[in-house]
């Protein structure tokens, strides 16, 4: 990348491919255990998640240490668990640039700060989707 901003008619390789930018957020759930983060970042049938990937440029995935049913298992394509799986719970945020992942970040930070039910905005529309995606 530094290459092509010095000398704007550098080519890179065919197979060139810039490296992503990550972040890991960790879900503070020692503090608040029975508070849901993970089903306000993901929403109703994972449509927040979506749009907050969609709004941003970026991939959001949670990882870590209950991230997934019990009895189950993450593995690559070579058969071994996933990177971070004995990690704390966490979201990973992956993106072109570190302005999307900023951006991306900036909303999960929101959604990690725990709130009265009765004062939580998000979750009160996140129900309303539920319930029109229901049908009712």
């Known amino acids: 990348m530094e290459l092509i901003k010095k000398n704007p008619n550098y080519k890179p390789p065919a197979d060139f491919r810039p490296p992503r930018k990550t972040r890991k957020i960790y879900i ?6 029975s508070y849901n983060f993970i ?3 993901i929403g ?3 449509n927040t998640q979506k749009r907050m990937e969609k709004e941003t440029n970026t991939k959001i995935a949670i990882r870590g240490k209950g991230s997934i049913k019990e009895g189950r298992t993450r593995r690559d394509p070579m058969g071994r668990p996933e990177p971070g799986e004995d990690d704390e719970l966490h979201v990973l945020i992956t993106g072109d640039t570190d302005e999307d992942v900023d951006k991306a970040a900036a909303l999960i930070e929101k959604l990690l700060q725990p709130q009265d039910e009765t004062l939580n905005e998000h979750k009160r529309l996140q129900l309303r989707e539920l319930a029109a995606l229901n049908g009712k």
């Open 39 to 41: 089903g306000l970042i």
């Open 28 to 33: 503070p759930q020692n503090e608040y255990p």
């Open 44 to 46: 109703p049938r994972g």
